[in-house]
């Protein structure tokens, strides 16, 4: 929301009034004077008004997980463990996932209550590119990689796959690159020439690798910098 637009609402002021206090510099956002009137406001931001405290803010949290299998990609579930379980923080229920993972598929998992940074990440326009590292029942076909490359069509939703680019790194095993998520569509699309995905692990969203010194299971924050790169 607008600066102007939340203190007009917030403080039951006129549009005048609101420009006329920015001006003068009664508002601070983040404890620095705020002047703009169309400056965009979180609910991480602190913004006061004449002293008084409007909105406290809260702490953006980023945390990276290592998803094992046989974990539930929700952060609720009556039946299973989710990976939400397999965070022990305080307010971790705020944390929605960017980017679910099926049941059995291990690998990185990103949670955040940012929103507009998890929309960054995981949106079709985006184009973040997440990376899987796949093995396969059946040996995998050459003619694949043309293919994966092209679009698969999938008759369920009529519509093509995006391209996708995929590296063979042996007679079963494989590195697939996508630029969307379609419901389970890496198995979907190895399907498609009737072979089937024993293991999926995703090894990075975007630039966002996988820290190869998480075990499964375990999760840390993520840096500044890593954040900053989405």
Request: glycine share 6%.
């Amino acid at each position: 929301m607008r600066l102007d637009r939340y203190l007009a609402s917030r403080a039951q002021l006129s549009r005048q009034d609101v420009r006329r206090l920015l001006a003068e510099g009664r508002a601070r956002v983040n404890g620095n004077v705020a002047l703009e009137t169309d400056r965009e406001i979180r609910i991480f931001d602190r913004i006061e008004l004449d002293g008084e405290l409007l909105q406290p803010g809260k702490a953006a949290r980023y945390v990276m997980l290592h998803k094992p299998a046989g974990c539930v990609s929700a952060t609720h579930d009556t039946t299973h463990r989710t990976v939400l379980d397999l965070i022990d923080e305080p307010e971790k229920h705020d944390l929605h996932i960017a980017g679910r993972l099926d049941f059995n598929t291990t690998g990185l998992m990103l949670l955040t209550n940012d929103g507009h940074w998890s929309r960054r990440l995981t949106q079709p326009s985006s184009r973040q590119g997440k990376v899987y590292l796949v093995e396969t029942e059946d040996e995998i076909l050459p003619e694949c990689i043309p293919a994966f490359a092209r679009g698969l069509y999938f008759r369920f939703e009529n519509l093509t796959t995006l391209p996708a680019q995929l590296t063979l790194l042996g007679p079963r095993q494989a590195r697939l690159t996508l630029h969307e998520g379609r419901y389970h569509q890496v198995k979907r699309m190895f399907g498609h020439f009737n072979n089937r995905v024993t293991t999926l692990h995703r090894e990075s969203m975007g630039p966002l690798q996988l820290d190869p010194a998480l075990p499964a299971g375990s999760h840390r924050p993520l840096t500044e910098q890593e954040v900053a790169q989405i």
